[in-house]
């Protein structure tokens, strides 16, 4: 291909709104263009890498035994009502309605639609286990959509959803798919960790996710630095065990803090740790009621695990109006020692000896507070992890945060769709019982720049072999005849043999070249030159290479065969 | 592939629905599954077709020159608005709102899109010519989603877009289009013809449809039985020269023809042929104004020449009360020569000597009727082309009249979206000019249906060797171990060799897996039993071979090498 030909402009401005590399990068080097907010156009060469990864994850799937299927994107409102999610997928589903007036809407995801799949023609467990799997656009209505292809409205999915017999069944579909996702983002050349997940609007009972380990990250996860826990930190869990305290208790006292609102207000007017200042933050569940929630100073809450404490599926905290109305005081001196109502206590906060918390008066915090003796309430696990937290699956190892970026989701739906929907098979006396459906979630197109964020350098990408939208980037110094026949015989010879290059025939210095080739990122470049030429040598360079000046002098007459072993290493 | 674990279940019963061979075929053959009004799932081997046919669709593309792109399919408003084409496109367009209330609408087809992308990458001369392409999912409200995959709201279309510097230079893109569109058209095993076509809602200024010549189709086509003239009859026009007349003009003369409304009524109460009666239609154009069109009786009123004629995009036949008000008389009654209004004139009905007409009075018609004379209005060709009528290109030719279902359809835009948007280029001069647009598209989904309609018999469907799920359909009679453990190795030595297999491994009667395999339809079917076995021998049969006891015995030793020669053929 030539570069004249590819519909290829790179460009020196950054998007206004770009804040990832990948979103900057992509766009620079006209991989993809904005249309609206969180919607893009992929350029040609964004389209071939979609494409490369798209394969894989094609490939990988079918390994696994899975079969590809293609559901409508735009469906019927009936399926979603069936299931209750018309209403439970809140302002992210986008809804609109036919010339007719029905309701429809696009399909953010298809477990319903699946589910009425397997109740078609799903019937016996003759039938099963069965992976039934698409790749589709889905339709998102975020409301937040940013990171360029990280994070947009539509967006190029693999979702797969198996079919068994069994819980046990089951769980063996969703090992097979975890091998499978493994060998994808290997594949694709991706870090990543596979770590404890909240399963969120999927409704399952068993999830993990696949983070791609960056610093830009939008998801925060904790690892054991001893075992092999990890988790998003949504849903870690961190030990709160007591350590050994052997102080007396001291009797509560009201003290005055006029004007001590904050922790960090409090301790400094005190002279207290934070760790010694219970917090009381005010939540309102799902029905409206209001629970007063007790962490350590220098905790923060884990709203996930809140709601999951109080068996809501989400929690908000409380208006300033609302804390008056429940404490009587101004924000910032709630507390649970006089508090009529709910009170759950995080399990640290529980073991704080003597502690400082408020006292529903304002400006008035108690001293000298213990739980058992001047408050109560349900001891619970909501405390938000963070590095150092003790883990909670092991003696003594520590955890570590890390930041990243979700690259797949595998759960295990049990028996949910499956059973509001009536997707049953008969077992082999004839009973009959509703499938156990798991399901699995890759977002391809995410995957272009979720790549990027960890493969790329100040000059630009750097794509992996596997997924590059071209093998070779050739360059040509000046226009002297010989070069650019000595090009094109590369050029052609080349993609006689299967490999893909992008020629750079432009009339443009070779300085303007090879930024755009560290730019676009191809991994291996090879630049014709008078000079070299007349000694029957052409330069390679590996996009990978750091050293600019570390270039190496190949013998033309070769040179399709060593760029053919280089790649294929 | 064993056909236990292939997701498919064939049914005997045909869907309610279906008028249509290949909605009847692909349903009870499990390759479609309806999910809504024009939405169906792909099942594993109606996908496999699908995706057969976008890899020659995307080869046939690529070796057309033609970049592959990926826009999106929910847009935002402002690009149609920007052309016109928000309220232009009527219902059919699917509109919704965002969670902040923003106009968004999922796109029917991307002039307006792939023009941004042109007004934004192509800058110079030197960019053209480019072809972008996308193979990707449209939307479309149609009011009338029918004939299973035939026409559908949710479909897979491949849409190309031409960017050229001058007409001349667009029009070797559409030639381009046309031998890639051939080439595409004669891979799938289509029986098709290209025809003229009337541009709709594109906008364009030339137009031709690939026809796929299929009785049940919806399209009306004729076709010169002499020259090379065929064109959808919704804009075909006919030769309507004046027969040499040598008949004196009669005095009109009013005649009482109680309750005579229609033209079969006049016609048989005062003994003349329909083609004596010009009849008087009264329309309605775009702005409310109401024309009389006169035709032969035994003529037709092509709506789509009127409107052009008309210089409107559309229109429609009056009310019964908009004739009364517009005549003084009842329905059946209007007539040329009194009527104060808008008259024109077909050409033929223009040649009518002493015809009779309504005499815009009820009950009243008048005889002797002469244009020039008794009545006047502008003479335009608006008649429905028919079988016989006279070929308006050459001189004795007659059309003939198919029916078809369109495959694919080109067109030149000329510069209607580029001036309209601003996709200007500067030519060698610097001076700027827009740029020549043309667009091509083709329903792939609705190709899946489209083939299957012309191949097909009684017992099912036949595909095409290119585009078959499978190449081989294997049964096995009986369970007898030798039996199945050489189905087992013919099996997995084809599926080396890239043959793709299905076998039939159910547990069923001959005469069932029989049934089955005609009804799938996959070219190849070779029958393994004790018998033949015992002497080294399977049976082969092809689909297209319509006497179901014409097998050949063929030795099981060379039967993979066999098998490739005839699929190879």
């Not at 300033?320 to 924000?331: F, I, L, R, S, Y």
């Not at 759950?344 to 006292?359: F, I, K, L, P, Q």
Request: charged share 25%; proline share 4%.
């Amino acid at each position: 291909m030539l570069f004249s030909r590819a519909l290829l402009t790179t460009v020196k401005e950054a998007p206004a709104d770009a804040a990832n590399a990948s979103h900057l990068l992509l766009t620079r080097a006209g991989f993809i263009r904005r249309v609206g907010a969180g919607m893009y156009d992929f350029l040609p060469l964004g389209l071939r890498v979609l494409h490369k990864i798209t394969r894989i994850v094609r490939e990988e799937m079918d390994r696994s035994g899975a079969l590809e299927v293609l559901m409508p994107a735009l469906l019927p409102a009936e399926y979603y009502k069936e299931s209750g999610r018309w209403d439970g997928f809140g302002d992210t589903l986008f809804r609109l309605k036919d010339r007719k007036g029905s309701d429809l809407h696009l399909g953010p995801t298809h477990e319903e639609i699946v589910t009425d799949i397997a109740r078609r023609e799903i019937r016996s467990y003759r039938d099963m286990p069965k992976n039934l799997y698409q790749i589709q656009t889905k339709f998102r209505d975020e409301p937040r959509p940013r990171g360029g292809l990280l994070r947009t409205r539509e967006f190029l999915m693999k979702d797969a959803y198996s079919f068994d017999t069994t819980e046990q069944a089951a769980l063996a579909s969703f090992e097979r798919m975890r091998v499978a996702y493994c060998r994808i983002f290997d594949r694709l050349g991706l870090m990543y960790r596979m770590v404890a997940a909240d399963s969120g609007a999927m409704g399952g009972s068993m999830s993990a996710e696949f983070q791609a380990l960056v610093e830009s990250g939008e998801d925060a996860i904790v690892a054991c630095d001893t075992c092999d826990y990890a988790a998003n930190v949504e849903i870690a869990t961190v030990q709160s065990s007591p350590s050994a305290q052997d102080i007396a208790l001291e009797p509560t006292q009201r003290v005055h803090t006029p004007g001590q609102g904050t922790i960090d207000e409090v301790t400094a007017f005190l002279g207290i740790a934070p760790a010694q200042m219970p917090k009381s933050l005010l939540y309102v569940g799902e029905h409206g009621e209001i629970v007063m929630v007790v962490v350590r100073g220098d905790h923060a809450v884990n709203e996930v695990l809140l709601a999951r404490a109080l068996g809501v599926a989400e929690v908000s905290l409380a208006t300033e109006a609302d804390v008056k109305k429940a404490t009587g005081a101004a924000v910032g001196f709630a507390g649970p020692t006089t508090f009529q109502g709910r009170i759950v206590v995080d399990r640290a906060a529980s073991h704080v000896r003597n502690g400082v918390v408020g006292g529903n008066e304002t400006d008035y915090h108690i001293t000298g507070v213990n739980y058992g003796r001047d408050f109560t309430g349900d001891i619970v696990d909501v405390r938000l992890a963070a590095t150092g937290d003790p883990c909670s699956r092991c003696e003594g190892g520590k955890l570590a945060s890390y930041r990243g970026i979700e690259a797949g989701h595998i759960f295990v739906l049990g028996t949910h769709y499956s059973t509001k929907m009536g997707a049953m098979f008969s077992d082999e006396r004839q009973e009959s019982h509703p499938i156990w459906m798991g399901c699995y979630g890759i977002g391809v197109s995410r995957l272009v720049a979720t790549v990027i964020e960890q493969h790329h350098d100040d000059n630009g990408m750097r794509w992996p072999n596997a997924i590059a939208p071209y093998d070779v980037y050739i360059v040509t110094v000046g226009k002297d005849a010989p070069v650019l026949e000595a090009a094109r015989k590369l050029h052609d010879a080349l993609e006689e043999r299967g490999i893909e290059v992008l020629w750079d025939d432009r009339d443009e210095r070779p300085g303007v070249k090879f930024k755009d080739a560290d730019l676009i990122g191809i991994p291996w470049r090879v630049t014709l030159g008078a000079k070299a030429l007349a000694t029957g040598n052409v330069e390679l360079k590996a996009r990978s290479e750091p050293d600019p000046k570390k270039v190496e002098l190949i013998p033309v007459a070769s040179a399709v065969e060593t760029l053919r072993a280089r790649i294929r290493a």
